[in-house]
């Protein structure tokens, strides 16, 4: 009987295209990372997927989110003060020898990362700006340029990104925070599926909500 209970779950494994790029990241269960993804230093929630050609780096994100093709999340800042914006001041080493990388401005950029919490969808195209934070259950809109905070459940879109609604009214939105789903094992996912299929939201709360307590 376990055994057969156990089919209904795949392997955990992220899968990994094998154009895509990864260096010093950190991924969850069930991680997909598709076609010609770069990603650096980005720690992945579990369920997390990556569309075809999105950029990351200096990110942490959590899980079930839904990155769209062509994102770019952390566009790393360029030192405006100096001489030049160019990276013959900051990566020498790729035109010269005996000229290092310039570890300062590195750690200066590390310094400012991405933070997206659980079941956040970055729709095509968008870019998100270095230091900024957004809340679980969050949208960010196809191409749209996010330069500051995203409050859990807002609806981001445009150049620059500004909220453009809630998902939810503030009394779903805690419900939503307090069932806390995205940390359910996967047992019970697999149970809640056809409700959060069929069920209005306040009507899947309500029997989920019994079913926790």
Avoid at 54 to 64: C, D, N, S
Avoid at 146 to 160: L, W
């Amino acid at each position: 009987m376990d055994d057969q209970a156990n089919l209904r779950f795949k392997d955990d494994e992220p899968r990994i295209h094998p154009t895509s790029e990864l260096k010093g990241c950190r991924l969850g269960r069930h991680v997909i990372v598709g076609e010609r993804v770069v990603l650096r230093e980005v720690v992945v929630g579990d369920y997390s997927y990556f569309e075809r050609h999105a950029e990351a780096i200096y990110t942490t994100i959590g899980k079930f989110c839904s990155i769209a093709a062509n994102t770019r999340i952390n566009a790393l800042e360029h030192p405006m003060e100096r001489l030049t914006t160019h990276k013959l001041s900051y990566r020498p080493n790729e035109y010269f020898r005996y000229l290092g990388v310039d570890n300062d401005f590195r750690e200066r950029r590390r310094a400012k990362p991405v933070i997206i919490g659980h079941d956040v969808w970055v729709g095509h195209g968008a870019v998100i700006m270095p230091g900024v934070s957004i809340g679980n259950g969050a949208v960010v809109g196809a191409n749209s340029v996010v330069t500051r905070d995203v409050a859990p459940f807002e609806v981001f879109a445009g150049v620059p990104a500004k909220r453009l609604k809630m998902r939810f009214p503030v009394e779903v939105i805690a419900r939503i925070e307090a069932l806390a789903w995205w940390d359910w094992p996967r047992e019970r996912l697999f149970e809640a599926i056809p409700d959060m299929q069929s069920l209005p939201i306040e009507a899947f709360l309500d029997r989920w909500e019994a079913r926790q307590a």
